[in-house]
DNA sequence: ATATTACTTTGAAAAGC
DNA sequence: GCTTTAAAAAGTAATAT
């Protein structure tokens, strides 16, 4: 009917205008972030795909901005947690989380699960530990890894636990409160992985 | 020869039905001891059963909503306490009331451990969903039965959407083939 | 530092906003 | 979409001892 296709034209006209906003808060975010502008690119991508299969009815525009935000981020190999995007967003972290899925789900992202090894550069140099400390860690993160240890298991938690026990295995000590801070997680969560990478890497302390 | 199959154990079942008959939940509410009802919050009036544990949402339209139930027949028989309860009431209700059972959540181990990593990817990224960041579990929709599974690292597992005591036998056997397909079954 | 308690996810129905 | 009900899985978080 031709009232259906007003509608759609109409639908479609303030989805384009709400773009140069989505996209504003996209960019505002990726600064506030300062991750580069080939994930702004990439985000800005996403957004616009999710706009044409009609995916923002029923959710904030800054959500979906936020959630394509996350996702490119870690499509380009540098990701931020939940905490650390809603940081710099108005939009709550659980709303960012289902929100993603469901972009993830109905684009066919068909996003691997983050590598916890990838935090390891970013967590580390905010900690001041040097080149050794960061292979090590990533050498933990690894062998565990492949033991089925990470199953399950919240990918800045098992980076943070293995930055924390390499920290000690090349004297240059960190707090379970200070990787805890850089990371965003408990200091629980870092005994608990610590523990089981520890015991899995044969290591005794 | 016990398998995963032989480890499923039915956790909850809902069903629904109605009296055929419109109920004055105000009304209701004084007349049942225990009840719980707000009406600002919910539109339905709950009822909780001791023995079968069971928790019941009475509407004004005099349908039902039965949850908590641990079987088919626990089902049958919380929805039977409060049909007599009800008549009790003097509130007529149909001599056998249809009762649909909706979903059937049940929970079974693998016996072996998972790696979700290579699950995920086995599986197929387009139809799974694993986000450990948000939740622990890997969750994979199946299309015959359809039903949702939930599996985790440990190698247990939740079946969910299914309306059929047998889904889950189903469910497990087919994921169960496809994980042993994969490689990934210890 | 450990022990509770609570919240995350999946599924479905009900009436109404 | 949301509201309420129940239950499992296992991880994480907040709070208590």
């Known amino acids: ?205 | 020869m016990s398998g995963p199959a032989d480890s499923i154990e039915i956790q909850n079942v809902v069903a629904s039905t109605g009296i055929g008959q419109e109920l004055d939940l105000e009304a209701l509410a004084d007349d049942l001891p225990g009840a719980d009802f707000n009406p600002d919050n919910f539109p339905g009036l709950v009822y909780r059963t001791q023995d079968p544990k069971a928790a019941a949402l009475i509407f004004r339209s005099g349908k039902i909503v039965c949850t908590g139930a641990k079987s088919i027949d626990d089902v049958h028989e919380a929805l039977g306490i409060i049909f007599d309860k009800l008549r009790e009431l003097k509130i007529p209700v149909d001599d056998e009331p249809e009762i649909t059972v909706q979903n059937i959540v049940s929970s079974a181990d693998l016996g072996h451990n998972l790696n979700l990593n290579a699950l995920a990817i086995g599986l197929g990224l387009e139809d799974v969903e694993y986000e450990p960041e948000q939740f622990p579990g890997l969750v994979y929709r199946m299309d015959e039965p359809k039903v949702v599974i939930l599996l985790f690292g440990s190698g247990k597992i939740v079946i969910t959407g299914g309306k059929r005591t047998d889904d889950a036998e189903t469910a497990v056997e087919e994921i169960v083939e496809r994980i042993d397909a994969l490689g990934l079954l210890g």
């Not at chain 1, 684009?107 to 905010?126: A, C, Q, T």
Request: hydrophobic share 35%; proline share 3%.
């Open chain 1, 1 to 205: 009917r031709l009232r259906k296709w007003q509608e759609r034209i109409r639908t479609k006209d303030a989805g384009e205008r709400n773009l140069q906003f989505a996209l504003s808060e996209v960019d505002r975010m990726a600064s506030a972030l300062g991750v580069p502008r080939s994930v702004r690119e990439v985000a800005s991508v996403i957004y616009r795909r999710a706009l044409d299969e009609d995916l923002i009815r029923g959710r904030s525009i800054e959500g979906v901005a936020t959630a394509c935000l996350y996702a490119a981020c870690r499509k380009e190999g540098i990701p931020r947690s939940l905490e650390e995007i809603a940081e710099v967003s108005r939009v709550e972290r659980k709303e960012i989380g289902r929100t993603y899925r469901y972009v993830s789900q109905e684009l066919g992202l068909e996003m691997r699960p983050v590598d916890p090894k990838k935090y390891v550069p970013r967590f580390s140099s905010e900690l001041d530990l040097s080149k050794e400390v960061q292979s090590k860690a990533n050498e933990i993160i690894e062998t565990t890894a492949e033991q089925g240890l990470l199953s399950g298991k919240s990918p800045t938690g098992y980076a943070a636990a293995a930055i924390y026990a390499a920290s000690l295995l090349c004297n240059e000590k960190k707090t379970q409160r200070e990787v805890a801070d850089v990371a965003q997680v408990t200091e629980v969560t870092i005994r608990n992985r610590y523990q089981e990478q520890i015991e899995a890497m044969g290591i005794h302390t």
